[in-house]
């Protein structure tokens, strides 16, 4: 009896994707970078990114983002600050392009 091996591969795929969406910032001073800086709304930066808000702002706080707490109860996210926290714990490279209009 002829014993046959078995083998188990794994094929990974790399995909660069390009995806532009458009977003009101407000320009505050963020001080966490000491600066002034693009923040957007929790909600605009959940369309962005394609995920659920909840979701989005536990990432924010667990990583020390930098956002600021509105009074009416929402928030805006530092972009500099998630950008480079994404940028760090993922392979992409997200980046912040200005308006060139």
Known sequence: MKISKKREIVVELRREQIVRKRAA?????CD???CESDFISL???S???EVAGHILFDFIRRNKCHYKEEA???ARVCLVSLLAFMNKL??????LIGDQS
């Open 90 to 95: 993922t392979n992409n490279q997200v980046k």
């Open 25 to 29: 910032t407000h320009w505050m001073h």
């Open 72 to 74: 009416e109860g929402g």
């Open 43 to 45: 909600g605009e930066a």
């Open 47 to 49: 369309y962005l990114f």
């Open 32 to 34: 966490g970078c000491r």
